[in-house]
């Protein structure tokens, strides 16, 4: 079980991780620095808000991958808050040097919200700078089809279904299954 965590307190966050590690024993704290969603940016200058300040970003990390250790600690993200300040690849290394297990990539930016289409090329440029974590995609992933298509075409070693699994939660099992080649329930 993951567990997905966002605020802009480095402290909160770290508390927050550390119980959903020892008390509920999650496999996986993952911190949202992707939602676009106003309540987070502007009342609570967290989720997409972050992108704009990577340091903050590193900080909140650091103090979460301490607290919850063994646990591994995620990060996800969008390709930055608006189409004029794509800055996924620079935020990239800072959640690789803050010490995250692994970084999934919405290939929007917060401006774009859910409208238009992820940009899976831009989402793919992001691989080559990673050293060490897997680069998870996500975006548009609402099939089978789409998910066997992501990994044939782009260097990504994961994909996160997010919304496209509400109320469809057998999604799952169909993604499974095409992805050994198996028929689709």
């Known amino acids: ?9 480095p402290d ?3 508390e927050v991780g550390a119980r959903l590690a ?7 704290v993952d911190i949202n620095f992707g939602c676009p969603v106003k309540k987070v940016t502007a009342k ?5 808000y972050l992108l704009d300040y990577p340091d903050r970003m590193g900080s909140i990390i650091e103090r979460v991958v301490r607290r919850c250790h063994p646990t591994p ?12 300040a794509i800055n996924a690849i620079d935020v990239a290394q800072v959640v690789e040097g803050s010490g ?21 090329d831009r989402i793919a440029h992001i691989k080559p700078y990673l050293r060490r974590i897997p680069l998870i995609g996500n975006g548009d992933l609402d ?3 789409k998910v066997v298509a992501a990994f044939r ?4 070693d994961g994909v996160m279904i997010a919304r496209a699994c509400l109320g469809r939660p057998w999604l799952f099992a169909q993604i499974k299954n095409a992805l050994c080649g198996q028929p689709i329930p």
């Open 1 to 9: 079980l993951a567990v997905q965590i966002w605020d802009n307190d």
């Open 12 to 14: 909160t966050l770290a």
């Open 22 to 28: 020892r008390e509920y024993q999650v496999s996986v």
């Open 44 to 48: 609570a200058h967290s989720g997409s």
């Open 73 to 84: 600690v995620t990060a996800k993200i969008r390709l930055g808050c608006t189409r004029d």
């Open 100 to 120: 995250a297990a692994a970084l999934t990539v919405h290939g929007r930016t917060a401006q774009d919200h859910f409208k238009g289409s992820a940009d899976w």
């Open 143 to 145: 099939s089978p089809q």
């Open 153 to 156: 075409r782009y260097p990504i």
